[in-house]
């Protein structure tokens, strides 16, 4: 008898244990991180790569800015999120002037960024935009 009222008892103290603990968050899909918070790094513009050492960010902020570092300029916006759906409004930023390429290399990033149309995540963690000119692929460092 009393073997099986330890045993009851354990098992209950199992259960309320159980009950107390917090559930961890599914995880991302495609195992990437979260869209929102991270700052992402642009991988590829479109298909043709990004001029090397250029520093081409993107934060999602949770109240729906969006900002990041264009590879001369700084800019922001806004951004929406409906199911895999995303878009972005017009593009505001800083007014510096840089070597040409970057410059024409910045104008093609906004300008498709205003295009955006959904994104996914790639199984290795790249965030991949969908815009009108190609896909945009960021990574998290």
Known sequence: MRLVSSLLGLSLAGVVMSACATASPPPSPGG???LVGPE?????????????????????????????AGGCNRYFGTWTRRGDGL??????????????????QEEK???ALE?????????????VIATAAGPLKFRTD
């Open 32 to 34: 990437g991180g979260a």
């Open 40 to 68: 992402w790094r642009l991988e590829d513009l479109a298909g043709g790569g990004i001029i090397d050492r250029s520093h081409v960010t993107l934060t999602l902020a949770k109240d729906g800015s969006a900002a990041g």
């Open 87 to 104: 878009t972005f409004g017009k593009m505001g930023s800083t007014m510096m002037a840089c070597a040409p390429s970057l410059m024409q």
């Open 109 to 111: 990033y906004l300008k």
């Open 115 to 127: 295009t955006a149309s959904g994104y996914s995540f790639t199984a290795d963690g790249a965030l």
